[in-house]
């Protein structure tokens, strides 16, 4: 619901008006005159203003200034008549979001310009708050253009309950922009629940997501409430959901088209608000062609996908996005603030960042806790060739470790064979599993 005020001097168009857009639930005061509609901004806080041009007193144009001076953040929409049609273009080259003319065809028109307003303003929320160093939440973007359809979706999908799934790299910031339409969402007083599927075991994830009664299985010696419980009228964020196992699915699909669960051991069904976030990594299609992936769950999750591009095609972002990371990490290590030299800063535009965000934090804190004095210089930034044979070890081993995982999902875990499938021994198999804790 948004605040809206009216200033008309003409009762039956003010009434019109806030008839047309009080039945969608806005909040709507109404003005006789421009010098009324003042006094009223001065007392409350406004999304809309909706005023004519010409008015007793102060008039269309002269609202607008004060508003443009004063509350920069309220939209203007001028209502003007055929004759001065070229006073509201003037009106919108100061600052006004659109203009109306007279008669005023219906309603509908009236509440399209009205959402587009609303759209337009929230758009400008996150972007100006996006731009704002803040020391208690990860900064998001600081304006590239190839972040601009992002924040515009952001910006859309946060004013409704809609299923949104976050697609791109790892370290992009999936769960960053997970929160970032928590805040500015109607449920920003609710919770947050947040639960990586990749961490935990199927038992144990269903367990911590549906909850469970005493008894249910071994350990189970008191009832338990699960997360998806505690976030009701809330958020809840699924982060690697590729890694969500099979037998567990449809369990997440039946919560997410009937809004109802039951606790494991349990057969009371539970009634659930959530709005839900999933995110991944991964290609979903084709885990889906590969029957690892129900194609209903997925169309449940990407109602309204939206994919965050890795920081190597966001690079006018690396440096600001390095000095907000840099402030926060000087904060938790207790140092003081540290600059980057332009030798540095021209080493971290120069990389690829494969590991996006989360390698730059990285990296940085790495520099902030080593540098001895009050400039991290290009030394201090090791990437690169520095730490490549590491690195390469890391990704063969995590394609390993895949690869080994991938085999028993698709054997129902049977590790004869799954050995037979790697076209290793079977007792390889069994040193690997304990290598990379599968077991």
């Not at 969500?244 to 606790?263: D, G, S, W, Y």
């Amino acid at each position: 619901m948004a605040r809206i005020l009216v200033a008309d001097d003409e009762c039956g168009i003010r009434e019109f008006i806030a008839d047309a857009i009080g039945v969608n639930g806005h909040d709507v005061s109404v003005a006789a005159d421009g010098a009324e509609a003042a006094r009223l901004l001065d007392r409350y806080q406004v999304d809309v203003l909706i005023t004519d041009l010409k008015m007793p007193g102060m008039d269309g144009m002269d609202l607008l200034r004060k508003v443009r001076a004063e509350q920069p953040e309220v939209e203007v929409i001028i209502l003007t008549a055929h004759g001065t049609v070229d006073t509201a273009v003037t009106a919108m080259k100061i600052g006004a979001f659109d203009y109306l003319q007279k008669p005023i065809s219906g309603p509908d028109e009236l509440s399209v310009l009205v959402d587009r307003a609303l759209e337009h303003r929230c758009l400008l929320d996150i972007k100006a708050r996006s731009l704002v160093k803040d020391d208690h939440f990860p900064p998001l973007t600081y304006g590239d253009p190839a972040m601009a359809s992002v924040m515009d979706a952001i910006a859309k999908v946060a004013r409704t309950t809609a299923t949104v799934l976050l697609l791109g790299e790892s370290g992009t910031g999936k769960e960053v922009a997970a929160k970032w339409i928590h805040r500015h969402s109607d449920r920003r007083d609710q919770p947050f629940m947040a639960v990586n599927c990749a961490a935990l075991s199927p038992p144990l994830l269903e367990s911590e997501l549906f909850g469970h009664e005493k008894g249910a299985f071994t350990g189970a010696s008191e009832r338990r409430r699960g997360r998806i419980e505690l976030a009701d009228n809330g958020i809840f964020f699924l982060d690697e959901v590729a890694e969500f196992q099979p037998e567990l699915q449809a369990k997440l699909l039946r919560v997410l088209q009937e809004r109802t669960f039951e606790r494991v051991g349990g057969s009371r069904t539970y009634n659930v608000n959530v709005q839900w976030i999933a995110a991944t990594n991964r290609d979903l299609p084709t885990l889906i062609s590969d029957g690892r992936f129900r194609e209903d769950l997925y169309h449940r999750l990407s109602v309204f996908p939206i994919r965050l591009p890795p920081l190597r095609e966001r690079a006018t972002d690396i440096v600001p996005l390095a000095g907000a990371l840099l402030h926060r990490i000087c904060r938790d290590i207790n140092c003081d603030t540290l600059s980057l030299t332009d030798a540095a800063t021209q080493k971290l535009v120069q990389w690829r960042w494969p590991g996006n965000i989360r390698e730059l934090a990285n990296v940085l804190e790495r520099a902030a806790i080593l540098s001895e004095r009050k400039t991290i210089d290009a030394e201090a930034i090791q990437i690169q060739d520095d730490f490549t044979p590491r690195r390469i070890d890391v990704a063969l081993a995590d394609i390993e470790r895949n690869a080994i995982r991938d085999a028993l999902e698709r054997v129902d875990g049977n590790r004869r064979r799954a050995a037979e499938l790697l076209d290793i021994p079977e007792r390889t198999l069994y040193d690997k599993l304990k290598k990379f804790g599968l077991t």
